[in-house]
């Protein structure tokens, strides 16, 4: 089991930037995809963006452009650069890590954009 702890939520204005950091613990063995998603209230979790071993990436329509995804293998650690940021953007946003026949979640960190 891969446990993931994320990191670096908070309250920001509009326009503002946040980062946001997961660590990987545990049997962080051949964790191929990380990823980002968020939920905000009454609505769906849905993807921010994701990110390969090889550092390929993906990004919702949304957040094309102003967020951007890292990952450091070595430190089994991804982030979420967050620029531009837009009230629509407040929800709780959680860390994901894929790995075969697993799919591990974070407990999630709030980002809340005030206008």
């Known amino acids: 089991q891969v446990q993931l702890v994320e990191s670096g939520g908070g309250l920001v204005q509009a326009g503002g930037s946040l980062r946001l950091s997961c660590a990987a613990s545990g049997n962080t063995v051949a964790i191929n995809l990380m990823g980002w998603f968020r939920q905000a209230p009454g609505k769906q979790r849905e993807l921010v963006a994701g990110i390969s071993r090889s550092g390929v990436t993906n990004y919702a329509d949304s957040v094309k452009g102003r967020f951007t995804i890292s990952r450091d293998n070595a430190k089994n650690t991804v982030h979420l650069r967050m620029n531009s940021l837009k009230t629509e953007d407040t929800a709780v946003y959680y860390c994901?890590?894929?790995?075969?026949?697993?799919?591990?979640w974070g407990q999630g960190t709030q980002v809340t954009v005030s206008s």
């Open positions: 994901n890590a894929v790995q075969v026949g697993r799919n591990s």
